[in-house]
């Protein structure tokens, strides 16, 4: 793994003398996250986010409105993934952390892209990936992944490495046919240009564990 991805699966979010900084007599920003029916308020220290995110620090650093009405709206995303960032700010990656359910991190992944914060991505790289330590790839996580990614980007090579992989050890047995999987994705001609492009690439037999190339999904 890179050193970024080292010193990222390593913040500690508040819980150091670094991190109490952050948060010790700032001044509370307050972040509107979802559309109005269903939406939820977080009151954030403003060096807390500054320090972590270049898109909160552009926002709130500047002379933009969102800096002189010390609030943010994000009606775009969602409450609940965007608790997962607010969890991660305060306390930080947990290497005993395990993902149940990877689509919530891939979409906190997505998130983290937005607002530019590596540590917060690799942090939910590395749930995504500790679940497919023992799962397959489903069609629903790769929908997720390429509805809200940019081409060429990590998640969608992790992605795409994932599914070799899972080809490799035989494990689209218990998938649906490769046909049938691309159509419950709905992403048939992204996902379906990048997995044939990787696959001419490299030959079947020398394709490795996502495990063992870690440093592909991380850092910047």
Not at 30 to 46: E, F, N, R
Not at 159 to 164: E, G, L, S
């Amino acid at each position: 793994m890179t050193t970024s991805a080292r010193k990222a699966m390593k913040y500690k979010g508040v819980r150091t003398d670094e991190g109490l900084k952050l948060v010790a007599g700032c001044e509370p920003i307050a972040v509107i996250v979802g559309c109005q029916d269903h939406s939820t308020t977080w009151y954030l220290p403003k060096d807390l986010l500054t320090h972590s995110s270049p898109f909160f620090a552009a926002a709130l650093n500047g002379s933009f409105a969102e800096a002189i009405s010390k609030s943010i709206k994000l009606p775009e995303d969602d409450p609940a993934i965007f608790g997962l960032f607010v969890r991660w700010l305060y306390i930080g990656g947990n290497d005993e952390d395990l993902a149940f359910d990877p689509n919530p991190h891939v979409e906190a992944w997505i998130l983290g892209d937005k607002l530019g914060c590596q540590g917060f991505k690799d942090s939910q790289m590395y749930l995504i990936m500790s679940y497919h330590r023992t799962q397959y790839l489903i069609a629903e996580t790769v929908r997720t992944a390429y509805e809200g990614s940019v081409p060429g980007c990590k998640l969608r090579k992790y992605i795409v490495d994932q599914f070799r992989w899972d080809f490799k050890l035989g494990n689209l047995e218990a998938m649906p046919a490769y046909e049938d999987f691309l159509s419950q994705a709905k992403v048939t001609e992204d996902f379906g240009v990048d997995f044939m492009r990787a696959y001419l690439e490299v030959s079947q037999h020398k394709v490795d564990s996502p495990l063992n190339q870690k440093e592909r999904y991380s850092g910047a």
